[in-house]
């Protein structure tokens, strides 16, 4: 007899090393294979004498991926007690069944492309996110430039979590939505199939989100699917290639501390500096290009005033 859907017994807090075992760890699992691929994409623009990497942007890409990978790793444990711990409070808990991946993995991305959208209108979100932006070149190991405070936005989550999947589920969803992402920071593969291009975010899509012209600051927020930004309308079509980084580029590229945390800096010294509540609220969580621009036309204006 088929288990039923609804209503699966709780899962004791004491043995949760048992549903840490049952997870399958496919991040880790995947290393090796993504360090196979990047080294060949590494190999292969020095051979062709392509622009795609610089030496000192690579290496902080790799020296903040493994940072990720150290924090992932810490907080891993308590992020399992606390999705475990709200599981339990509910009573239409699933069981674990495998086809309950297909829903949670679309509603997981459904919320993925709000928790990234948010993180470019809001400052604060922004500073969690940054990091991912800061790279002057695209390639695979721009797919390693995760903040090592982005867990803040595991938030963003809850309502995946409060439908009830259950916590292998979840946990895999989490781990595939990320594993997805790696492919698509490349160069190398162009245009898809026109179907391929209309439902997922693909290499070119993705490229687009990554570039600094006004067209396409803002657009493309899907991570696995293209379709919640066709749908909200902020999809944009990759028209001419994509001039990458941020508005002030950071200028220690390999240094994992500076491309963390340069932002988060940034808005300390923004907040001290601003009179007034409403205004350091501003520069806590106003839109970062509106901030950028004033802050420009401040520099900008300084300079008259100097000349």
């Keep these: 007899m088929n288990e039923p859907l609804f209503g699966a017994p ?3 807090l004491e043995n949760l090393s048992t549903i840490e075992q049952s997870a399958p760890n496919l991040i880790l699992w995947a290393v090796p294979v993504m360090l196979l691929f990047t080294a060949l ?3 292969i623009t020095f051979k062709q004498e392509h622009p795609f990497y610089e ?4 290496i902080g890409s790799i020296l903040v991926g493994l940072g990720s990978l150290v924090v992932g790793a810490s907080i891993k444990f308590a992020l399992l007690y606390a999705t475990v711990w709200l599981y339990n409070q509910l009573p239409w808990r699933m069981s674990l069944q495998w086809w309950t991946f297909i829903p949670c993995y679309i509603i997981f991305d459904f919320c993925s492309y709000w928790a990234h959208r948010v993180s470019h209108e809001q400052r604060f979100w922004w500073a969690t996110h940054v990091v991912h932006h800061s790279g002057e070149h695209y390639n695979l190991t721009v797919s390693f430039r995760l903040s090592w405070i982005q867990n803040l936005k595991t938030i963003f989550f809850l309502p995946v979590a409060l439908i009830g999947f259950h916590p292998v589920v979840f946990f895999t969803t989490n781990q595939v939505a990320v594993l997805f992402q790696f492919w698509v920071h490349t160069e190398y593969i162009r245009r898809l199939p026109k179907w391929v291009e209309f439902i997922f975010a693909t290499p070119s899509n993705h490229r687009v989100h990554h570039g600094s012209q006004p067209k396409y600051i803002d657009r493309n927020f899907g991570a696995t699917f293209i ?3 066709r ?4 999809y944009q079509p990759e028209e001419e290639p994509p001039i990458y980084g941020i508005t002030t580029n950071i200028t220690q590229k390999a240094n994992p501390f500076m491309i963390n945390f340069h932002e988060v800096a940034d808005i300390i010294r923004d907040v001290k500096a601003a009179r007034g509540f409403r205004r350091k609220l501003f520069f806590i969580f106003g839109s970062p290009i509106k901030i950028a621009e004033e802050k420009q036309q401040k520099l900008n204006k300084e300079a008259v005033i100097a000349d």
């Design 10 to 12: 709780e899962i004791s």
């Design 41 to 43: 994409e590494m190999f």
């Design 55 to 58: 030496k000192r942007e690579t």
């Design 227 to 229: 379709v919640w930004d």
């Design 231 to 234: 749908i909200f309308g902020t």
